[in-house]
């Protein structure tokens, strides 16, 4: 759930946090504002997985401040893909 996310986020500090958009108790963007909100967690790059294809509502979640947004369903290597581009953009 986003609640249990949010626990071992700031505990773990993982290198990169993927994200449903349709998780229980709280959603992904929910969950990705109060990562923000939170100094600890706050520079960890975040990815949204979502069924929603429209590019209107990607754009709205990069809006948000995610570093990416990958459409279910996806090929394994995509995801691999999107979070390596975007750790090595972080170096």
């Known amino acids: ?3 249990e996310g949010l626990a071992k986020a700031e505990a773990d500090q993982p290198d990169a ?3 449903d958009v349709m998780m229980p108790e709280l959603d992904g963007p929910a ?5 923000q909100a939170n100094a600890v967690t706050a ?3 975040t ?3 979502t069924a929603k294809a429209r590019s209107s509502e990607q ?4 809006d948000l401040g995610v570093n990416g947004v990958i459409t279910k369903p996806f090929k394994p ?3 691999v ?3 390596e581009g975007i750790l090595n953009w972080q170096d």
């Open 77 to 79: 290597m995509e995801l």
């Open 47 to 49: 990815i949204l997985l």
């Open 31 to 35: 969950t990705f504002r109060q990562l």
């Open 17 to 19: 946090i993927l994200l």
């Open 1 to 3: 759930s986003g609640k």
């Open 81 to 83: 893909e999107e979070i």
């Open 59 to 62: 754009k709205q979640f990069l």
């Open 43 to 45: 520079d960890i790059p």
